[in-house]
């Protein structure tokens, strides 16, 4: 079963920048989905970003400007740009790919937002 293994969580300072990225430790063929999951303590898990194998992105309101989601397809990884960070991004963040009706998610990593 392939795993999806994200990185680049941390702790950082209100304005600042991470990068997080998930990449797959095997092959998954005919990605159409790629999303950014989030889970504030104590609050259910929200859509944060989406892009699809045709290139469209969507953001949660909340993160429109700030947030940018990518791809690299020959390395089966998604990267989510966060900029520009405020302490309510604090939360767990999750990578989910989508290969027909198959999902896999990641691990979870952690991001706090220091004010």
């Known amino acids: 079963q392939v795993q999806l293994v994200e990185s680049g969580g941390g702790l950082v300072q209100a304005g600042g920048s991470l990068r997080l990225s998930c990449a797959a430790d095997?092959?998954?063929?005919?990605?159409?989905?790629m999303r950014w999951y989030r889970q504030p303590p104590g609050k259910p898990r929200e859509l944060v970003a989406a892009l699809t194998s045709g290139g469209s992105t969507n953001y949660v309101d909340s993160v429109k400007g700030r947030f940018t989601i990518s791809r690299n397809n020959a390395r089966n990884t998604v990267y989510l740009q966060m900029n520009s960070l405020m302490p309510e991004d604090t939360a767990v963040y999750y990578c989910?790919?989508?290969?027909?009706?198959?999902?896999?998610w990641g691990q979870g990593t952690q991001v706090t937002v220091s004010s």
């Open positions: 095997g092959t998954i063929f005919s990605i159409n989905d």
């Open positions: 989910r790919m989508m290969s027909g009706w198959s999902a896999y």
